[in-house]
């Protein structure tokens, strides 16, 4: 059993430890009542599968409400994302949507689940409802992130606001989808979580899931071909059984890869979009899935859109990611409304090209300014040379805020370098050395 020194144990049931009081059930599953004294966050779990990582289903971290059916509710945020993180999560899906995290005060949800090393998911459904369509359509590339973590044996936390009906309800949706049969799929969910799957609805959603035949590393031998290459890298569109595209480009060598599928986890650690990565079974590839884009170049970007698009500056300047506009003003796109990093090959120790940075890449960073004056790279001085000053320095906050810890930890999940580690650690302190020598501004652009 995976972390189980770490675990924070189930009180309610025969795993309380030696000692510790079982405390009383409640009419919202087996769970202890909120007033009692503050107890660990307490994680249901299922095995996804025999080899497969485990799904853990739990309440709202951190959550305050006080007119709860179960009574008052004020839990420390800290403590039970610490907690999530003991367990085992690499991943959080967060099934609520976004003005319940206001209303349950904790609107840094997602900020303090990435600083904990973890891959969060906002994928938003109504309180006792179903997804919807636009869950739908990101549920294409989030799923699959998801399942092919579980299917490398990587932990899952799903959660809702009560820990019962949406998050048992995904639960479910994961274990078919990964092959479990529906009726055997809601047993273990709810024998886990008794409660789970809460309207009719949503049991019929389970029901009507399919599984989906997707291996656990993309492998274009067991593909179609229906595209051809798009970017510098040899590369083509691939679909698979189960109807997904993925778009599969070949680099120069195994350690080419390695630094995107990294360069992608550390746009992920600061919140920046970025496209959804799959492991390859090939070590010199690396796979995204397909999407479809509504905007495609940096000359189609309203201002709003530019604005979004400048909020992640401090990202591609920290990981020096020259191309981050890209050559032909193609490397920023929209998806589902949300301006979009599509290529982060170009970030830490290679050029977008394959060439190595070599000392080019090293503890400063020049790319504050290069990247906003730079002739040689006109699509990106276009793209951030108008930021105004409480834009940069907004831009810088995201770096200079993001926990060492976290940083090292994604740096060696991703089979990194402790020296590279140690580089990025260096450049976030220049740009907060950078940060001190701007002016002051009497507006906030926000952080």
Known sequence: MKNARHRPCDVTGPWAPPGRPILPRTTRGSWPAPHQPYH?????????????????????PGKHDRAAMSGAWARDLGLDLDAIADWGAAHVLTLVEPQELGMLKVP???????????????????????P?????????????????????????????KGGLGRAGMIAAR?????????????????????????????????????????????????????????????????????????YVKELESPAHARNEY????????????????????????????????????????????????????????????????????????????????????????????GDPKGRAFGPTVPEVDRLRTDPDNPF?????????????????????????AAIRIVVARFGGRAALAETLLARKADLARQLTQMPESASSFGT
């Open 380 to 404: 990106a001085v276009a793209l951030f040379g108008p930021m105004p000053p409480d834009a940069l320095r907004a831009a810088l906050m995201v770096v200079i805020g993001l926990p060492e």
């Open 40 to 60: 660990p966050l307490q994680i249901a779990e299922v095995p996804a599968g025999p080899g497969l990582g485990r799904i853990g289903i739990t309440f709202c």
């Open 108 to 130: 840094d949800l997602g900020t303090q689940v990435r600083a904990r090393g973890m891959d969060w998911h906002p994928l938003p459904i109504a309180d006792y409802s179903v």
């Open 174 to 246: 994961l274990l078919v989808e990964l092959g479990a049969d529906p009726k055997a799929a809601v047993n273990a969910v709810r024998t886990a979580r008794p409660g789970a799957i809460e309207t009719p609805a949503q049991l019929a959603l389970v029901r009507a899931t399919l599984p989906l035949a997707e291996p656990a590393r993309v492998d274009p031998a067991q593909l179609t071909r229906v595209g051809g290459r798009l970017g510098s890298n040899p590369g083509g569109i691939w679909a698979d059984a189960a109807g997904g595209r993925l």
């Open 262 to 353: 990294l360069a992608a986890a550390l746009y992920r650690l600061a919140g920046a979009p970025v496209l959804s990565y799959l492991p390859c079974a090939a070590p010199d590839q690396v796979a995204t899935v397909f999407v479809d884009l509504e905007k495609s170049r940096l000359s189609q970007l309203d201002p709003a859109e530019r604005a979004q698009a400048w909020r992640w500056f401090g990202v591609h300047a920290w990981l020096a990611n020259w191309d981050a506009a890209g050559f032909q003003g193609d490397n920023q796109g929209v998806i589902g409304g949300v301006v979009t990093t599509l290529d982060v090959g170009g970030a830490l120790d290679f050029r977008a090209q």
């Open 132 to 160: 919807t369509p636009a869950f739908e359509a990101r549920w294409q590339a989030e799923g699959r992130v998801i399942r092919a973590a579980l299917r490398a044996g990587a932990d899952v936390v799903v959660h809702c």
